[in-house]
């Protein structure tokens, strides 16, 4: 059951509790939408685009922690990675697209903090990967924003 799994991350201190928002879910799918919307931008260098294809992932995965009444918890090391585990949990992503989505974040990483440049070939798949995502979401999380809004 997800929510349990959920439970034991918040009961090790990885995730914290935090009341919905459809506001700020609205704004994280926003977040998303627009730099996957970068992300496709081919004046953009390579690296950029693959920062922003990453940050489209996150902002989904951070959107569907949302959803659920969580968040991860940012003063423990591997939040990032965190959240991305816990997509199997908030919207049924199966454990090899979270291999393929954490080799992505070790990228970007590799990326940031050492200077390697970006493949094309990775990019690719960060963009694939960020499009399904989001388009998930969409399905997803879209509704329940949309239902649970100020004016709905």
């Known amino acids: 059951m997800p929510e349990q799994e959920l439970a ?31 992300a496709q ?28 009444g969580w968040r991860t918890s940012t003063s423990k090391p591997g939040h990032h990675q965190t959240t991305l585990q816990c997509l199997t949990h908030t ?5 090899a697209t979270v291999r393929v989505l954490d080799a992505l974040r070790k990228q970007r990483n590799l990326s940031d903090y050492d ?20 388009q998930l979401a969409e399905q997803k999380l879209a509704p329940l924003a949309a239902k649970n809004a100020p004016n709905a």
Do not use: W
Request: proline share 2%; with cysteine.
């Open 8 to 38: 034991n991350l918040a009961r090790i201190g990885m995730l914290d509790s935090v009341p919905f928002s459809a506001a700020l879910l609205q704004k994280m799918l926003a977040t998303a939408r627009t730099r996957l919307q970068d």
């Open 41 to 68: 931008r081919t004046d953009n260098s390579t690296e950029t685009r693959f920062d922003c294809a990453y940050t489209a992932i996150r902002a989904v995965a951070d959107a569907a922690l949302h959803a659920q």
């Open 91 to 95: 919207l049924g992503i199966s454990p």
């Open 115 to 134: 200077g390697e440049m970006v493949t094309e070939q990775a990019l690719r798949e960060c963009l694939q990967q960020a499009h399904a995502l989001y």
